[in-house]
């Protein structure tokens, strides 16, 4: 997917300011955003990265159905205190199946089945993100080494088939409440998440 470079504006926020940069796939009209603080000046160490997932349940509406909104803001705040960073927000709702079918997937959970479950029983992948276009907004962003902030292994893999170089991991464990309990369980037993098993 040959995502371009659009515009970049300063941007305040309330864990502190950052350089907001838009990129666009020319063909299909699809924008991903980076938020980034810190970068001005090229640097060959590697860089705090979150590769963060659109997902406007949690971003935008506090659900507590997911732990994405906690995320998003914890690395927000971690970033601004140790001064440099970027978040690579990937316009992919609901793992890449769109708002409406995470809704119907929402549905499928309120009776009972876990969200892998769900998904398959709408016909549609577990896990439908993409990642190619990563490598083009960090050349842009001049990030040449990156240290991950995720949960998720399979990430870590396919950023590193990207040819994107993941010298570590940084954990993030934040958001986990009643309503998240199982669907955070299952993205560890069936999508090899990294929790502890007391986080549960």
């Not at 990265?49 to 659109?54: A, F, G, L, N, T």
Request: include cysteine; hydrophobic fraction near 40%.
């Amino acid at each position: 997917m040959p995502i371009e470079f659009v515009a970049t504006s300063k941007l305040p926020t309330a864990f502190g300011d950052f350089k907001i940069t838009v990129f666009q796939d020319p063909q299909t009209g699809e924008e991903h955003v980076a938020l980034s603080k810190g970068l001005d000046t090229p640097t060959d160490e590697p860089v705090l990265v979150r590769i963060h997932s659109e997902c406007l349940t949690g971003d935008a509406f506090a659900s507590l159905k997911c732990d994405c909104g906690p995320q998003l803001q914890a690395t927000q705040k971690l970033i601004n205190d140790v001064g440099q960073g970027v978040i690579l927000y990937l316009r992919q709702e609901g793992r890449g199946i769109g708002l409406t079918n995470k809704i119907r997937a929402y549905a499928l959970q309120d009776q009972g089945h876990d969200t892998v479950d769900a998904n398959l029983m709408l016909n549609l992948p577990a896990d439908a993100r993409r990642y190619d276009m990563c490598n083009i907004m960090l050349d842009h962003l001049q990030v040449k080494s990156v240290k991950l902030i995720t949960n998720n292994p399979l990430k870590i893999a396919a950023l590193k088939d990207q040819g994107i170089n993941v010298v570590s991991r940084v954990p993030l464990t934040v958001g986990l409440n009643a309503f998240n309990a199982d669907y955070l369980k299952t993205k560890h037993e069936r999508m090899s998440h990294m929790y502890n098993k007391e986080d549960f």
